[in-house]
Each structure stands twice: as C-alpha cells, then as structure tokens.
C-alpha cells in the first residue's frame, strides 16, 4: 500500500510540482487508485502527471469534508474527462461559509454541484456511516463528538433555510487504510478532532493498533490548551508515525514533537508512504 501527497502548502522534494492551501492524497492498494480529498484544483493534475500518474486511472475519489480546498479538484477531474465515483458524507453539498472580521459571510464550499457532477456522469455514494471504499480502505463516516476540548472553529457556518448558523461538520471523515500490522489514518482537516477520529476508529477496527495518522489536525488556530491536551492524547493512543499536514499549524507542530518526539514529521508534495 502506497499514499502520495498530491497536494499540500508545501513542496518540499521537487522542481515542476505546485504546492497550493489544500490537500490531497493518492492511494494506490492491489491495483487500485483512490484519491482522498482533491485540493482546490490548481495543482492536482499537474502533480498527478509530473509525478508518473494519469487521470484515467483514478476510478474513485473519496472526500473528508465539504470545504473548496478539498473539493475544488473536482472540477479539474471533470474538466479532464475523468470518470469516477465519488464518496462523501450526504453533507458535502450544504452551503459552508466562513465568517471574516469586517468582511462577512464569505462561501468556502465545494465549488461543484450535485448537479453538475450527475450531468458529467460521476455516480454519487453519499454515507453517512462507515463504507468500505475498495478492499483494505473504509471511511470512516460521520465522527462522534466525545470529548470537551476539540472544538469546531466559531469562524466556520452553514447556510441553512436562509440562515447562517454554526457548521457542526457532520460531513467531517477519515480514512483508514489496513497496512495488515494496524490502521493508517489518512485525515482531511479532522474539524471533528484527531483525537474523536481515532477513537472512533478504535471502533471501526475493533481497536486495532494505529500505525500511522497522515494528514491536516486542524489546529492553526486553536488555542494552547487545546493543543497541549490533543497532544496529550495522542501520546495515550500511541500511533507509531504522525506526519502532519496543511491546517495543523506551526505551533502544534512543535508541540506535538515535544510530546512525541521523532515520530512526527511534516510532509509535503511528493512525499511518499508505504505499508
């Protein structure tokens, strides 16, 4: 099993690939090519091609959540005549904003419709549940909220019967990869909290050990004490490999190496992993 970052902040490895605010993962598993999450569509064709890969080849694209730096790439793909079946939470379609001090409501949604993607002949797998995607690939569905400290950003609203009211992220999921010695998890920007993500594996898995979390933990902008107890958290549940991403943040970065040492990292475009 093998994860590509396709799209990341950051291009750390190589002339010609683009880096760009968003995420994207290519998982290649028994002959398969899943995609997890899009970017905002600038940079993934190009990384995909400049990195030996052709669109075609991508049958099935999974998204975490429903925000345009995820989602945007959708629209490469239907620009580029791909066909393929995409995989969401029902949520993904709501119409997300993010409050801006002195500016508004600004729309931070998926930039495709239902609409659109059903008239270019994508076929829709819309679940809230856990779904298994392709064989050793399941996500995760909606993730329960359990604990008091990993909070949904006050900046972040959905759209709703005319109404601006605050997004609860019901669309927010993971990816969980059996590497056969434990679970890799793939995270878009776990809104939902790293920590409730993992637990909530726990039970998909039937508490198998978690060997790797790859992806965005969302806490830029979360204050220290969240930070501090996320750390402190995953120390409890242990994962061998952490490798950050996108809205993790400077500052937990540091944090979590401090708490975790050598096993945290950050990644970048071109970055592979396999298990």
Not at 64 to 81: C, E, M, P, Q, R
């Amino acid at each position: 099993m093998k994860i590509t970052v396709l799209v990341e902040n950051n291009v750390p490895l190589s002339v010609g690939l683009t880096g760009e605010h968003g995420l994207s993962f290519l998982i290649e598993n028994e002959g398969e090519k899943v995609l997890f999450d899009t970017g905002q569509g600038m940079s993934l064709l190009n990384n995909l091609q400049r990195l030996g890969h052709k669109p075609e080849e991508v049958k099935k694209v999974v998204l975490s959540h429903g925000h345009y730096d995820h989602t945007g790439g959708v629209k490469a793909l239907l620009a580029a005549g791909v066909s393929f079946e995409l995989i969401a939470h029902p949520g993904v379609f709501s119409e997300k904003l993010a409050l801006f001090p002195g500016a508004g409501f600004r729309p931070i949604g998926m930039p495709s419709s239902r609409a659109e993607l059903e008239s270019h002949g994508v076929t829709l797998r819309l679940e809230s549940a856990a779904a298994e995607i392709a064989p050793g690939i399941t996500a995760t569905g909606e993730i329960p909220v359990r604990n008091d400290f990993e909070k949904i950003e006050p900046v972040l609203f959905v759209r709703e019967g005319g109404s601006e009211i605050p997004d609860p992220l019901a669309d927010d999921q993971a990816l969980i990869l059996n590497s056969g010695k434990g679970a890799v998890v793939l995270l878009g920007c776990a809104h939902r909290g790293v920590v409730n993500t993992l637990r909530h594996v726990a039970e998909i898995t039937g508490g198998a050990p978690v060997r790797a979390v790859i992806g965005g933990f969302h806490l830029e902008r979360a204050p220290e004490d969240q930070i501090q107890k996320t750390a402190a958290a995953l120390k409890t549940l242990d994962p061998q490999t952490i490798r950050t991403a996108h809205c993790t943040g400077l500052p937990a970065l540091f944090a979590l190496k401090r708490e975790l040492g050598d096993r945290v990292s950050p990644c970048g475009v071109g970055m592979t992993f396999e298990f």
